[in-house]
């Protein structure tokens, strides 16, 4: 790590090397006397060192809250990243999650002794149902792209169901699209047919009626889109695929800027995955594992997967095994309980009006973001309000030198994790900027005020440094190419290491 002191610590931040670095085989945490009676172990003996860091437990745990002071966190600051939804996880949340009860639960436990966490399994679909009008959901997908995969195969279930499977192949999706859309229906066996967008940054209506046929097996569409902006012919989409006799995929990720206001069964959403990580404020990334529950039409509910849980008289059950036709299990057990304790906890707290409120603080946020920021930044479809995320883009500062990634680069200076860059493709050098409800105004105008003086310096011919940056970052610019096409994914000693090259 390069900066300039003798110990290469700073600021009161300790250097952080590799934890095979730190440790030393001959060091353990734990005393243990020389086991008795063993004297030879034979075939068993180890024949080489084992080359796993040998570390006490006060060294263990400063290296890994040393490596935490190096990452930016959501409860350090605004974290801007669009399509991601970056928001505050409620500490009531964590509290909850921790109850002994939910906390130690094991999923192999026989179910007369789970019946809290099935009642609250049970409550959480209710909600989920309640908040979007749907009429069955799965909720063990792990993720938000592993519920699309889900959404997806029941599709897939519910052509072979028709008999229509070998014919209906191809699965429309606009050209926004996140990746993970075409990458699901290619894995689910579809074939993608990327559908225009119109100069304010729609899908385009005529040309996607141009793309219906009898051959398409669904759409899959975003709304709010991915550009942040309510899709207004939603309906219409919805209809026209219907009549072509295909289904109607909605990735919900952006579900936070509408939760409580619209319901996507009433848009004719035949499926749709929630990110409970995104809209319902579980952990998310490095904080902790996602979820991705599917709410299911009619039409496709019965394709659902295996677990359900049903109630006869007042005990809940798991229905383990699926029925002929139905999509397989999408995981070994239920789903992540920590999250589904969580994300009720978050829905109960709130109330109704409570979630309609984040929806609209949500887009309120943002659009104080587009009104601050559009003076100095180029606001590719910024004439009318966007919902939850501010899209921008680089057009007026690539003349003066400066790109996405410098403004990004010297976000990290000015103490903010940088927005979502570069997606969506849509937008040649696009900035994604959803700020979420929970920022207070002020916050929004601190942020906003950096975001414009980097734009004033970028006017002002300030390139080179401007290329600099991060000059106060743990780290440099890294060559983000070379470490995609060439990871080094295994540490080795340094003389091996040597050896082999
Ligand atoms: C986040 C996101 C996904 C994928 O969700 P994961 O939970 O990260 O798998 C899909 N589509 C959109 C638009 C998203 O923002």
Redesign the pocket.
């Known amino acids: 790590m390069s900066v300039e002191t003798t110990s290469g610590s700073r600021g009161l931040l300790q250097r952080v090397d590799l934890i095979f670095e730190d440790g030393d085989p001959r060091r353990t945490g734990v005393d243990l006397p020389a086991p008795k009676g063993v004297s030879k172990l034979g075939a068993l003996e180890r024949k080489a060192p084992l080359e796993i860091p040998g570390l006490k437990e006060p060294e263990a745990l400063r290296h890994y809250v040393r490596l935490s002071q190096r990452n930016y966190a959501i409860d350090l600051g605004l974290f801007p990243l669009g ?2 939804t970056m928001k505050h996880n409620p500490r009531l949340n964590e509290k909850v999650v921790r109850l002994e009860g939910f906390a130690d639960l094991h999923p192999l436990q026989p179910t007369e002794t789970t019946q809290g966490a099935l009642e609250l399994m049970d409550q959480l679909a209710h909600w989920l149902l309640t908040l979007t009008g749907m009429a069955g959901v799965a909720l063990s997908p792990k ?4 519920g ?1 995969f889900c959404g997806m195969l029941a599709i897939r279930a519910a052509l072979e169901a028709r008999g229509e499977l070998d014919k209906r192949r191809r699965v429309l999706a606009p050209v926004s699209a ?1 990746g ?2 075409p990458s699901t229906a290619v894995a689910a066996g579809f074939i993608v047919d990327e559908v225009g967008a119109d100069a304010r940054g729609r899908v385009d209506l005529e040309a996607f009626k141009k793309h219906l046929g009898d051959d398409v097996a669904a759409v899959m569409l ?1 709304n709010p889109n ?1 550009c942040g902006l309510f899709e207004p012919d939603v309906k219409a989409i919805a209809d026209l695929v219907h009549a072509a006799g295909g289904y109607f995929y909605c ?1 919900g ?2 579900y936070n800027a509408i939760v409580g206001r619209v319901r996507p069964g009433d848009l004719g959403v035949d499926a749709m995955h929630i ?1 409970l ?2 809209t319902f404020s579980t952990p998310h990334g490095g904080g902790g594992p ?1 979820a ?1 529950p599917v709410v299911f039409s009619e039409a496709l509910a019965r394709f659902a997967p295996a677990p359900k849980i049903v109630k006869a008289g007042d005990r809940f059950d798991l229905i383990e095994a699926n029925e002929p036709g139905h999509v397989g299990r999408m995981c070994a057990f239920h789903g992540q309980m920590g999250m589904y304790v969580r994300a009720l906890a978050y829905m109960m707290s709130h109330g109704a009006d409570g979630l309609r409120q984040v929806a609209e603080d949500a887009v309120l946020n943002a659009n104080y973001l587009l009104a601050r920021l559009k003076p100095h930044f180029n606001a590719p479809f910024g004439d009318g309000p966007c919902m939850h995320e501010a899209l921008f883009d680089d057009s007026n500062l690539r003349t003066h030198g400066v790109e996405t990634i410098d403004i990004a680069k010297a976000l990290l200076d000015e103490g903010y994790h940088p927005m979502t860059t570069y997606f969506p493709l849509v937008v040649h050098g696009a900035m994604l900027v959803e700020p979420t409800e929970t920022e207070s105004k002020a916050e929004l105008d601190r942020f906003a005020d950096v975001m414009i003086a980097l734009a004033k310096r970028a006017k002002g011919n300030d390139a080179a440094s401007f290329k600099a940056q991060p000059r106060l970052a743990p780290m440099r610019r890294l060559d983000e190419t070379r470490a995609a096409r060439q990871p080094k994914l295994r540490w080795k000693p340094e003389a091996a290491a040597r050896a082999a090259e």
């Open positions: 399509s991601c993720a938000g792209a592993h699309e996140h993970t859309n975003t991915t990735d990720a952006n990110n990580h995104k996602g991705g």
